[in-house]
């Protein structure tokens, strides 16, 4: 039976009214899919966090009607939060950038690293004529003293409501890779994609209403049309500068594959994004909590509440303590909990609760539970450098406001021609074959150095941005924390560019991302290089150039990295269960053993 007759006939009317409008339909009473705060509880099941990882868990659990589940997540719905500009997708950008002017603290977490400045390298080296070893110690400037901004959505859907919708996958080599890390094939890519095509509900691009120079072409094996909640589609409108980028690419050699999402990335593809084709809205992880609650009331919400930590008795998991504008209290966990807070916050809430470094814990005072040294370790982040709207998107939702930016994207391996064989023998060596080196990140926008995504020039030219992020990269990061109290954020250090050999690939990245904008095919629309400028050309110039430039593209993982048992820096296996104690499991990004490609 759904909510009460109020709420039902509203939901007809809203349909009836206009295919565009949003409803909430839900099994029972509205109210009995959300917890009351200060009221202990017990469930099966209690997960920390609503995002894309907490919210699919959730669902999948709460199939099973016999089966309670809770998520505690602390921040609200995205709708209410944030207005409109999480659902248009033209609005993506707000509030985004390295240190943004305007702010919402409805929106975001508001993690900022540590200052990225000059460290201190020591290196042993042996003379050749001798047998004794020098310790040679020497500096290298990551981004000169720096602090950014790390976008980590504090929403219902998490980050997924406030990134770009962009769909890409990484290759089948990352995948083997990591099935080979962790001793578990279930993480190879043919094993993974019908689990890809169960999430989704995939809408061909409907290419006769597309201008005939912007026909995307696609694999029709990466979705189904059968999947869902989530949906999967293409803008209804096509930037004028993205068939120009096709041509430069091509011209570049860097050519035309059929999707991002094949477990291919290397050429130049048309993008899909996490969009409902008919409404040309945002389409997140809330979709699957939208679904658990038509089916049944036994998923329950716990909204705008801050997880403090998880209780152990001895080793074992028993639940969370959760504080709710003040006041504080328990959910008990019947069987598991389950923690999904995020790259940045699970380290920081395994660390709180006794799980992690004894050296931080004991420094904080907190009790040791597991001494796990791999926990905050091993950050992956990759870095990257350089009113008619409104009534057409209410009206039929076609125009502008319908795109995020960007319909393009592309991937390369960077050779001899612009790297060193150093450099290039390290990328072989460490990577797989089909990965990578860098990522091409073309917007219609104006990117400078990216302090505020925001704000645009306002000088009513057009500008496009061409950025290039770097995917194999060498340096790593941490995070740890300063404080036993979740309120306060963690301390974040990714170290971008702090390894020499990532300093090359970025110069080479911006090189290649300039050359882009020079060949035949697209400099007749090309008015200047209006950043930094072509004065710049020296490889310190550049350098200097990313440093003051640079900007994250807020993909981190691998801060609770999965791997065996006998690896010490290994925090979860492959099933996500934590190494060390009981009925506790990881199921987020800080999980991965290393950050695929795309």
């Avoid at 019947?334 to 395994?350: N, Y």
């Amino acid at each position: 039976m759904y909510s009460t007759l109020l709420v039902y006939m509203l939901s007809i009317h809203a349909v009836s009214a206009s295919v565009y409008d949003d409803s909430f339909d839900v099994f029972g009473l509205l109210g009995s899919h959300f917890g009351v705060p200060g009221l202990p509880a017990s469930f099966d099941y209690v997960i920390i966090g609503a995002g894309t990882a907490g919210s699919t868990v959730a669902r999948r659990l709460s199939s099973n009607a016999s089966v309670t589940v809770a998520v505690i997540e602390a921040g609200d719905f995205y709708q209410t939060s944030n207005g409109n500009l999480s659902q248009i997708p033209a609005y993506a950008t707000e509030f985004t950038g390295n240190d943004p002017t305007q702010k919402n603290p409805f929106l975001d977490w508001y993690h900022y690293t540590e200052p990225q400045e000059v460290s201190m390298i020591s290196v042993w080296k042996s003379p050749v004529k001798y047998s004794i070893r020098l310790l040679l110690t020497f500096t290298v400037e990551a981004l000169g003293g720096r602090k950014f901004l790390y976008d980590s959505g504090k929403l219902v859907g998490g980050t997924s409501g406030r990134n770009f919708l962009w769909q890409m996958r990484g290759t089948k080599g990352s995948f083997d890779k990591w099935a080979n890390e962790v001793g578990d094939n279930s993480f190879r890519f043919s094993n993974l994609l019908k689990y890809y095509k169960r999430s989704y509900s995939y809408s061909p691009p409907n290419n006769r209403q597309r201008p005939n120079n912007s026909s995307v072409s696609y694999n029709p094996g990466d979705y189904s049309a059968s999947g869902g909640p989530m949906k999967v589609g293409y803008s209804s409108w096509v930037n004028p500068i993205s068939s120009w980028l096709g041509l430069s690419f091509e011209a570049l050699g860097v050519h035309k594959i059929s999707s991002l999402t094949s477990g291919k990335l290397l050429g130049w593809s048309w993008i899909s994004l996490a969009l409902d084709p008919v409404k040309q809205t945002r389409s997140s992880s809330t979709d699957f909590l939208f679904d658990a609650f038509r089916e049944d009331s036994n998923l329950v919400l716990y909204k705008s509440a801050l997880a403090k930590l998880i209780s152990f008795n001895g080793t074992a998991a028993t639940g969370v303590v959760v504080d709710c504008g003040g006041v504080v209290f328990n959910i008990t966990a019947g069987r598991e909990v389950i923690l999904s807070a995020g790259v940045m916050r699970s380290p920081q809430m395994l660390m709180v609760s006794g799980v992690g470094p004894k050296a931080v814990l004991e420094s904080q005072q907190i009790p040791v539970v597991a001494d796990r040294p791999g926990v905050g370790q091993n950050i992956l982040s990759n870095p990257e450098f350089v009113s008619e709207s409104t009534r057409q998107f209410q009206a039929n939702r076609t125009g502008i406001l319908t795109n995020v930016g960007g319909d393009v994207a592309a991937f390369e391996k960077l050779t001899t021609a612009t790297l060193d064989n150093s450099t290039l023998e390290s990328l072989k060596t460490h990577f797989p074959n089909d990965w990578p080196h860098i990522e091409y990140i073309v917007l219609d926008a104006y990117f400078g150095t990216g302090t505020d995504s925001s704000t645009g020039t306002g000088d009513g030219k057009q500008y496009v941005a061409a950025s290039v992020g770097l995917v194999a990269t060498f340096s790593r990061g941490n995070v740890t924390i300063a404080s036993p109290d979740t309120a306060k954020n963690p301390i974040i250090s990714p170290n971008w560019l702090l390894d020499p050999r990532d300093q090359a690939i970025a110069i080479a990245a911006f090189r290649r991302g300039r050359d882009l904008f020079s060949t035949d095919a697209i400099k007749e629309i090309v008015v200047k290089e209006a950043f930094p400028g072509r004065n710049v050309t020296s490889d310190d110039g550049i350098l200097e150039i990313i440093r003051r430039s640079a900007n994250s593209i807020y993909n981190a993982a691998g801060t609770c990295k999965m791997g065996r048992r006998n690896d010490p820096l290994a925090v979860v296996g492959s099933t996500g269960k934590v190494f060390g104690v009981e009925r506790l499991r990881l199921v987020d990004a800080a999980a991965f053993p290393f950050l695929p490609p795309g």
